[in-house]
Nanobody, 126 residues
């Protein structure tokens, strides 16, 4: 069975850092675009970042550009989201998702993604 599992969430003070991991089981990531999404209470799910199957193309939402970095290690079948300079407005449940696709770009919206993880809570608070 194809599964994605997020880890690395937690409570951090404003200005701090966290690294989220998205580990795949049941499949390799070589032919999948991977996206990170987040959903805060009372808000719609939003695209945070994505990385193409080759790793050659990435996307960042304006709200996280310059602070978050996405990377992938296909050998370890894991995608990472390094989050620095965290703000209270980054508080949300973060989800990773996989889209079976081989191409030069990744989608920033949720609909193309087929497989989803269960989510990891990130809370930024003093």
């Amino acid at each position: 069975q194809l599964q994605l599992v997020e880890s690395g969430g937690g409570l951090v003070q404003p200005g701090g850092s966290l690294r989220l991991s998205c580990a795949a089981s049941g499949f390799t990531l070589d032919y999948y675009n991977i996206g990170w999404f987040r959903q805060a209470p009372g808000k719609e799910r939003e695209g945070v970042s994505c990385i193409s199957s080759s790793g050659g193309s990435t996307y960042y939402a304006d709200s996280v550009k310059g602070r978050f970095t996405i990377s992938r290690d296909n050998a370890k079948i894991t995608v990472y989201l390094q989050m620095n300079s965290l703000k209270p407005e980054d508080t949300a449940v973060y989800y990773c998702a996989a889209q079976p696709w081989v191409g030069s770009s990744c989608p920033s919206t949720a609909r193309p993604y087929v497989y989803w993880g269960q989510g990891a809570q990130v809370t930024v608070s003093s």
